[in-house]
């Protein structure tokens, strides 16, 4: 089992930033890829950004690249999403999650593909 508690989101103005973290915790050791996803309210979740903890290997949506960067920290078993330049589209529940097995190959970007996720943390962004 792999835990994940997500923080750091909040309310801000159009144009302003913040960073998400991702604390992972429990069978670690089993992680290869993490990934970002947002859910607005009457929408589907979708794929934000990934990374690979071996290698740093990222992969972002077309719709954040330029914006969002996704980096890890491999000591704290942390993830993170800085977030700049913000949209009121940009706001949603953003989860953290994670394959919680090795992946060989292209970097997944389907929720069916992570088996375990965070609780999400809330982003509101004002016009």
């Known amino acids: 089992q792999v835990q994940l508690v997500e923080s750091g989101g909040g309310l801000v103005q159009t144009g302003g930033s913040l960073r998400l973290s991702c604390a992972a915790s429990?069978?670690?050791?089993?992680?290869?890829?993490m990934g970002w996803f947002r859910q607005a309210p009457g929408k589907e979740r979708e794929f934000v950004a990934a990374?690979?903890?071996?290698?740093?290997?990222?992969l972002y949506a077309d719709s954040v690249k330029g914006r969002f960067t996704i980096s890890r920290d491999n000591a704290k078993n942390t993830v993170y999403l800085e977030i700049n330049s913000l949209k009121p589209e940009d706001t949603a529940v953003y989860y953290c999650?994670?394959?919680?097995?090795?992946?060989?190959?292209?970097?997944?970007?389907?929720?069916?593909?992570?088996?375990?996720w965070g609780q999400g943390t809330q982003v509101t962004v004002s016009a």
């Open positions: 999650a994670t394959v919680g097995g090795r992946v060989y190959g292209i970097i997944p970007t389907r929720p069916t593909e992570f088996s375990y």
């Open positions: 429990g069978r670690t050791f089993s992680m290869d890829v």
């Open positions: 990374i690979r903890w071996s290698g740093g290997r990222t």
